[in-house]
């Protein structure tokens, strides 16, 4: 295992020290805990949190600032966070207004997303979730029940973070969140797996030729393993999939996150991109706005997450367009 880390079991916690040394403008670290608050505390707003196990960077802590959320919880690699550091988390973005939990759809952190929501009423801070479940690859896979919630979160990050910074209330909020989460459809590849620093060796084993369809971001089995393709026959495979459940028709508004999963080349992404604008042009589809970069990564894994987001209110793309102050989202 090659990775630059002094010891696999201190990497989580000396990557939120350097989050927060690295950008103070932005965010500050809560003493004690691994969550990360945005500097510029907004009285009267509804706070946002969001959160998971690390590994996923920038997601969740890139997020926090201006315009997108207001707290982020940094589990262990690929584990959820603890109820009391989430927990931790409400209390950091809590302006007495209320906060709402964005949590992807993984049992672990469904469950202790839960019950930091009690022990934070408890406070009197009143607290709505979303549960995000944004990935069409399979309907149960290795961590959840249900389907996964994947890089489409980052897209619910930013619309209801403009919302909440435009004054939306917390029902309001939850009612646009689950609105937002059933018109995101995400499927992902991995060209190579990736190795967490506690466990030493890769998570799983794909052959110098192969790619595995489907893949989860902590690498759960996705639905096909096949031989290497060229990028437009990839596209045409996750695309086909992603349209049996948005039903593509002419005129659709569309917004496109084409999400490296962390040592994908931007070059190649550009490339996948291009094919999936050739194949939604040729549906008659409008897509309104294009994302291509690392939203949402599984360390070193190579490879790549497709997301569609179909645009239900045009109102959505002014939401995505708000500009933010963060320190991953451009």
């Not at 997108?68 to 209390?91: E, N, R, W, Y």
């Not at 369809?213 to 393709?229: A, D, N, T, V």
């Amino acid at each position: 295992m090659k990775k630059i880390i002094n010891a696999a079991d201190q990497v989580v916690e000396q990557m939120v020290e350097g989050l927060a040394k690295s950008h103070p403008d932005l965010v500050e670290r809560v003493p004690d805990t691994r969550v990360l608050a945005r500097v510029d505390k907004r009285p009267g707003k509804v706070g946002l949190v969001s959160g998971g196990g690390s590994g996923h960077e920038p997601a969740h802590a890139g997020y926090v600032g201006n315009g997108m959320l207001s707290a982020a919880v940094c589990g262990d690699v690929f584990t959820s966070p603890t109820p009391d550091q989430i927990h931790a988390g409400i209390k950091a973005a809590d302006q007495g207004k209320g906060v709402l939990l964005i949590v992807k759809n993984y049992t672990g952190d469904v469950m202790n997303f839960d019950m930091a929501k009690e022990l934070a009423e408890m406070d009197d801070i009143q607290v709505e979730q979303i549960i995000v479940n944004d990935d069409i690859a399979v309907e149960d896979s290795t961590f959840t029940t249900g389907r996964r919630g994947v890089a489409g979160t980052v897209l619910v990050h930013k619309i209801v973070g403009a919302a909440a910074e435009a004054g939306a209330s917390l029902e309001e909020l939850k009612a646009l969140g689950e609105k937002v989460t059933a018109s995101i459809k995400t499927i992902g590849v991995a060209l190579s797996p990736c190795t967490v620093p506690e466990v030493g060796h890769p998570g799983f084993e794909l052959g110098p030729d192969e790619i595995e369809l489907g893949i989860g971001i902590h690498g759960e089995p996705g639905f096909s393993r096949e031989k290497i393709m060229p990028s437009q026959d990839l596209a045409k495979q996750l695309l086909e999939r992603i349209d049996n459940e948005h039903h593509f028709a002419a005129g659709d508004k569309l917004v496109v996150l084409v999400n490296g999963m962390g040592a994908t080349p931007l070059m190649e992404q550009y490339v996948f991109a291009n094919d999936v604008h050739e194949w939604l042009g040729a549906k008659g589809t409008s897509v309104e706005k294009t994302l291509v970069g690392d939203y949402m990564t599984s360390l070193e894994m190579a490879g790549v997450s497709l997301t569609v987001l179909k645009l239900a209110d045009e109102k959505w793309l002014d939401m995505l367009n708000y500009p933010v102050r963060t320190i991953a989202w451009n």
